[in-house]
């Protein structure tokens, strides 16, 4: 055991319900990340091309940035909670070696979500140069990813903590590390990859009002999902062959799990794939939650494998909190069914609340 | 500890919390008491057929959701990032025990953001049942958020008899849980009042701004109120120890409370103000309002932190990360893995005095305080720290390693303090 891993805490609970809590709302966290970067881009990229379908099409896509970006925080949240309780031990010393980095990550949000949310109320100072703002969110957005990289590789790179003893100002990032990078970009061509399919989904939807604006948006999503789907093969393997040499025996065979859960990877892929070519976005966002998912124990798998001899789960004590327990899950259940609830509230037609296309929006709230 | 210290003794860690802490509970005692106003101006104008409220009510919802979600969520989340980079030992021992509550806080966090967006989305669109539903939706999530958190939080400073990490309850609803939480709704309603003055005093239709400001004004004045005798409640819950400290014995708590008695004053002054003449309370006074509720609030959060000393988690983790029942005379850097041998003066500095003091920095400089004194005046000193000032931690450490200390900081403050 390497002397610099603190001890571990009692666990509230057995790690197999907490790994399956983290396994349940880190894909969703990464769902809605990858929809708010990859759908930053697309806008980006439609805004700079400028053609009438373009324009029409940039503030409908714009309109969910902010809520994408609530939804990654609020997830996030979720995910680094059980993260920490699960691998506290880790966790804090690799944000600590990079403090500096670690502790920007909160003013890159902001200023991404402050300005995510002026572009979507079209402020005088956006409207007449956009591309300077989106250019601007897009590049914090692709920043922040990019430490969240250097800290998990940390939590598995233990030879590189000794680096605290010459640098202990927080201003340590894990860039010797081979994996870095090709993690990175593993993360950053899904991002696009999900903001293609999200293009594509909104195109579906607007298709019902407006036939040619929705077939637009569903053409030019697919095609940035097909595209960058293929190009996650080739990173993934450049991401596998930058593994240390036995944690990529466990995913290519070493381990059952992480063999089938590669299997499954390729396999998920080359279907969505296929459904993108049949121009199938439902298919294919069923396939992409599937992979997420997958892909999310593929990394439970790899991060085992680099912490072998150092965690080990089945030596860590265990005080169960069954009361809490129950409580969170009440919780839980009651504020699914609330969100439910909203959810049906908030795609309520609002045709059922209007008797006049005259009629001002003071009006109409005045007589509902 | 055998955690690594973030070390940049310039600035100090405990700035770092503080700074982001006192934005965050300004905003965040906002985004609670904020959703019970929507709903009252909005039910308000529904009820009287009052437009320009009505307008007002989606114009202030929408300045609510920028500013509670950008400002308030994330600095809710960057309290977290710094406390796990300042105080990893605490902030591990608060997750494990609390993991769950703070689950069901996350839950109540996704319901308050949903709902809030949906609020504002759909203020056209639903009738005022279905609309005000969802504002009511908003105010039980925000307000049992703060319950949860109140919980987490009054723990640290009044544990109670709770042993076992296994017991969340008991640990949850400890001596102060109740007057904390009515304290903070009180603070949630001035706070919130303050802001929908400061929007209002904005307001270019000024009978409608009159109006306004004497409702929040009347709102103010009901919170301070009862936030008196909160006040009073939660000092009589407190450990002997603890309300001395508050009471006078802690000079950081002195220079805190007179902060917060000047703005108590303009804050009860300004209320009813607001109710006699409400046309007085235009957009300077708004902000000095704005300002004064900040340091209350302000100040109230450091005489808590500073009333907690000389523990993070009271009676089990000290202010600096040690374990408190770690044995005093052990020596200290060769069971503190990442702590290393070449210096080790500035390693015990880094260790066990850093978490509250910086070097040559702003806040709480320890060259300042131990200005005049010599190498074994200062290791005499730091061998009574706990019994000459009881919110300071004892030293951890051998005799040797006592004596590395003074000589290293004696050295700082000739050298005239460079780290």
Redesign the interface.
């Given at each position: 055991m390497n002397?610099?891993v603190?001890?571990a805490?009692?666990?509230?609970?057995g790690w197999p319900l907490?790994q399956g809590?983290l396994l349940l709302v880190f894909p969703l966290h990464l769902l809605a990340m990858n929809g708010l970067l990859g759908t930053t881009a697309v806008v980006l990229l439609i805004r700079r091309r400028n053609r009438p379908l373009d324009r029409a099409l940039a503030p409908r896509l714009t309109a969910s940035l902010?809520?994408l970006m609530?939804?990654t925080?609020?997830l996030?949240?979720?995910s680094?909670?059980?993260s920490?309780?699960l691998y506290?031990q880790f966790?804090?010393?690799a944000?600590?070696?990079m403090?500096r980095y670690?502790?920007a990550?909160?003013p890159l949000?902001?200023t991404a979500?402050?300005g995510l949310?002026m572009l979507d109320a079209d402020l005088a100072v956006f409207r007449s140069r956009p591309l300077p703002a989106l250019c601007l969110i897009l590049a914090l957005l692709l920043t922040v990813p990019f430490f969240f990289t250097n800290q998990q590789t940390t939590m598995l790179d233990l030879t590189h903590w000794r680096a605290?003893?010459s640098e202990?100002?927080?201003s340590l990032l894990n860039l010797k590390d081979p994996t870095v990078w090709p993690r990175y970009l593993h993360f950053m061509v899904a991002a696009m990859a999900v903001g293609g399919l999200f293009t594509a989904l909104t195109g579906r939807r607007l298709g019902r009002r407006n036939p040619p604006l929705g077939a637009y948006a569903e053409r030019i999503g697919l095609r940035l999902f097909s595209r960058m789907t293929l190009l996650q093969f080739g990173i993934g393997i450049l991401f596998l062959w930058q593994l240390p040499q036995p944690v990529r025996w466990f995913i290519l065979g070493g381990s059952l799990t992480g063999g089938l859960l590669l299997v499954a990877a390729s396999g998920i892929a080359l279907a969505m794939l296929a459904c993108a070519a049949q121009r199938l976005p439902g298919l294919c966002t069923v396939l992409l939650v599937m992979q997420v998912f997958v892909m999310s124990g593929l990394r439970e798998v790899v991060r085992h494998a680099s912490l072998a001899g150092q965690l080990l789960p089945a030596n860590m004590p265990v005080?169960?909190?069954n009361?809490?327990?129950l409580?969170?899950a009440t919780?839980?259940l009651a504020?699914v069914a609330?969100?439910v609830w909203?959810?049906r509230?908030?795609m309520?037609p609002?045709a059922t609340?209007v008797i006049s296309e005259t009629e001002s929006?003071?009006d109409?709230?005045?007589r509902? | 500890m055998n955690y690594p210290v973030w070390y940049i003794p310039s600035i100090g860690g405990g700035t770092i919390i503080a700074t982001i802490a006192i934005i965050h509970v300004f905003i965040s005692h906002f985004a609670v008491g904020g959703g019970f106003w929507l709903v009252l101006l909005e039910g308000c104008a529904r009820h009287r057929r009052d437009r320009p409220l009505y307008r007002f009510t989606r114009n202030f919802a929408r300045f609510f959701l920028f500013a509670t979600l950008v400002c308030g969520a994330l600095t809710g989340v960057g309290i977290w990032f710094a406390i796990s980079l300042v105080q990893p030992s605490g902030t591990s021992a608060l997750i494990h025990r609390f993991v769950f509550v703070w689950a069901a806080e996350w839950v109540l966090f996704l319901v308050e953001i949903v709902s809030i967006i949906v609020y504002l989305h759909t203020f056209d669109r639903l009738s005022s049942r279905r609309h005000l539903a969802i504002g009511g939706i908003y105010c039980a999530a925000s307000w049992l958020s703060l319950f949860a958190i109140n919980g987490i939080i009054t723990f640290m400073l009044t544990p109670g008899a709770v042993a076992r990490q296994g017991e969340v309850f008991s640990a949850f609803f400890n001596p102060t849980f109740f007057p904390s939480l009515l304290l903070r709704t009180c603070l949630a309603i001035l706070l919130s009042g303050l802001f929908v003055t400061a929007v209002a005093a904005f307001s270019k239709d000024r009978p409608l701004a009159r109006r306004l400001i004497r409702i929040a004004g009347a709102g103010c004045l009901v919170a301070l109120g009862a936030a008196l005798p909160a006040v009073f409640w939660y000092l009589k819950n407190l450990p002997a120890p603890v309300r001395t400290l508050v009471e006078g014995a802690s000079p950081t708590i002195v220079r805190s409370l007179a902060v917060a008695r000047p703005a108590a004053a303009i804050l009860s002054v300004g209320a009813l103000l607001a109710l006699w003449r409400p046309g007085r309370i235009g957009k300077p006074a708004a902000m000095i309002g704005l300002a004064a509720g900040l340091l209350l609030m302000g100040s109230f959060e450091w005489t808590r932190e500073a009333a907690r000393r000389p523990y993070v988690l009271q009676g089990s983790i000290y202010s600096n990360g040690q374990r408190a029942d770690r044995p005093l005379k052990e020596p200290f850097l060769s069971s503190t893995p990442w702590s290393k041998s070449t210096e080790p003066g500035r390693e015990l500095f880094k260790f066990q005095c850093y978490a509250c003091h910086t070097l040559g920095g702003i806040n709480n400089d320890i060259l300042q305080r131990t200005q005049g004194m010599d190498a074994p005046a200062l290791e005499a000193y730091i061998s009574q720290l706990h019994a000459i000032r009881p919110f300071m931690p004892p030293f951890i450490g051998s005799p040797d390693e006592r004596r590395d200390l003074a000589v290293w900081l004696a050295n700082q403050q000739r050298s005239g303090s460079k780290p």
């Open positions: 002397v610099l603190p001890t805490e009692a666990l509230p609970a907490l809590l902010p809520i609530a939804l925080i609020n996030g949240v979720a680094l909670l059980f920490q309780t506290g966790f804090y010393p944000a600590i070696l403090g670690w502790l990550i909160i949000l902001m979500y402050a949310y605290y003893f202990d100002g927080g005080l169960w909190q009361g809490a327990l409580l969170f919780v839980l504020g609330v969100l909203l959810t509230q908030a309520r609002p609340a929006e003071d109409r709230a005045m509902l | -």
